[in-house]
């Protein structure tokens, strides 16, 4: 049978060995420790071994082995030579100065016209870069999958394509349920469309972008993550990816909310405390100089509190101010405000309420917690002294004149409520 061989020119076939890019060897295919002796090797072989060809020729390819070398894989090698079979593998072999270096091969049996093994071709290449390329991917992998920051890969097009454990055990998504989807997919609607904008802005101008994101989890949870995207280039300076890395913050918001709660709210009564009671004042004061709407407050004080805590110690009187508190919460509008403004007295905000839409307010209030029996105490009644705040009156003024009308209800029998009115320039309550 006629092969290519037969009619090409030798000279062209050594020639191609000899320049060919990839190193080959060619050993004799005589057995023992005698054989499988060097007889060619080109230069790329000789560039990848640091030997030159007077130091191969006649040497058997175990000179490049050494303590990395895997002998299971020299085994199979051997195997292979012994059947005459070609073989495939890689291991670690050491150039002429020491250094190692990782090498792929081929191994093939050379057959004579009478079909007789006389040589044995190795083409062979020089794989470190490769794997140190590889390792280094392993290593960036199990350093992404070790942080507890969460990692998120999209293309160009936000198309997902990687996410680390983080992300899984912060999202409670795993990989597959997100891979070729866009990171929408979390969105919660609590942050609106100019946040995204802005968001996008400074990302097509090639800048990171860092915020606070809340998204919601796979369980539909809400989840606070402050979080870093960052658009990454190719070589034409076009966006190929975009980078989030992500903290979740989740825990340390929800506490933050629930101190600011705890700071908000009266732990007794569930009434607005003293101070977040006045910038509620200051925000109605606001809205009705803005808006030109009424305004009317009322101060509440519960009747002979001393007798309680006296009579029935501080325990009953706690459960008196609670269910005094708690009652005028549900008997008033969803947009009026109840604070503990000190001890047993509490003030209340009517927006948008004049003294004559004020005042059965008051008396609402009044007549829901005079209804209320306590075990021990009884019937508790309240009394009230209800205001409206006037054109360009302070509100210190409007909060003292409304003290006073509280005062009168006192001393005219309590359980009522004395209104303050402004006739002719003076303050009558």
């Known amino acids: 049978m006629n092969t290519i061989a037969d009619h090409t020119d030798p000279n062209v076939i050594a020639f191609a060995l000899e320049q060919s ?16 002796r060097i ?24 000179l490049l082995q050494g303590p990395a070398t895997n002998p299971d894989v020299i085994d199979r090698l051997r ?47 020089d794989i470190s870069s490769l794997i140190a390329a590889q390792n280094t991917t392993q ?44 990171p929408s997919m979390f969105s919660s609607g609590e942050q609106n469309f100019e946040f995204y904008k802005d968001m996008w802005d400074t990302l097509k101008k090639g800048r990171s972008y860092k915020g606070t994101f809340v998204n919601r989890s796979k369980n539909n949870e809400l989840i606070y993550c402050n979080e870093t995207i960052t658009p990454l280039t190719d070589e034409a300076n076009n966006v190929s990816h975009y980078v989030s890395i992500f903290r979740d913050l989740t825990t340390r918001v929800l506490e933050e909310q629930t ?27 606001m809205q009705h100089r803005g808006s030109k709407l009424p ?22 009187g706690d459960t008196v101010l609670k269910a005094v508190a708690n009652t005028m919460i549900a008997t008033l509008r969803a947009n009026d405000t109840v604070i503990r ?14 003294l004559d839409q004020g005042l059965p307010l008051a008396e609402r ?16 009644t309240v009394s009230i002294g209800l205001g409206e705040l006037q054109p360009e009156e302070a509100l210190a003024d409007l909060i003292e004149r409304v003290d006073r009308a509280l005062y009168s209800a006192k001393t005219s029998g309590r359980n009522q409520t004395q209104v303050s009115i402004i006739q002719k320039g003076a303050l009558n309550p």
């Not at 090498?103 to 083409?123: C, D, M, Q, R, Y």
């Not at 992998?141 to 936000?158: Q, Y």
């Not at 996410?163 to 990989?175: D, P, Q, R």
């Not at 009747?303 to 309680?308: A, G, L, N």
């Open 39 to 62: 007889v060619f090797a080109n230069q790329a072989f000789l560039r990848m071994t640091g030997y030159n060809e007077e130091e191969l020729l006649g040497q058997n390819p175990r």
């Open 295 to 316: 305004m009317s407050i009322a101060m509440a004080d519960i009747d002979h509190f001393k007798q309680v805590n006296d009579n029935w110690g501080h325990a009953t």
């Open 139 to 182: 290593l960036f992998a199990h350093v992404i999958n070790a942080t507890d920051d969460g990692v998120l890969i999209t293309d160009s097009h936000g198309t997902i394509e990687f996410v680390n454990k983080a992300f899984e055990t912060i999202t409670g998504y795993g990989l597959t349920e997100v891979l070729g989807r866009n």
């Open 259 to 285: 101190f600011r709660e705890m700071v908000r709210f009266d732990g007794l009564t569930g009434a607005l405390t003293r101070a977040a009671g006045e910038l509620a004042l200051e925000k109605a004061y």
């Open 79 to 125: 195997h292979c030579l012994h059947n005459g079979t070609h073989f495939q593998g890689s291991t670690i072999n050491y150039r002429k100065d020491g250094r190692p270096y990782t090498v792929e091969w081929n191994v093939s049996p050379v057959h004579n016209k009478a079909g007789e093994i006389t040589h044995f071709i190795s083409l062979q290449r």
């Open 365 to 380: 209030c009044q007549l829901a917690v005079q209804n209320q029996h306590n075990e021990n105490v009884g019937s508790v």
């Open 341 to 354: 403004w000190g001890g047993e007295e509490f003030l209340l905000i009517f927006g948008g309420c004049d």
């Open 21 to 36: 890019y990839n190193a080959i060897l060619l050993t004799d295919a005589n057995s023992g420790e005698a054989g499988h």
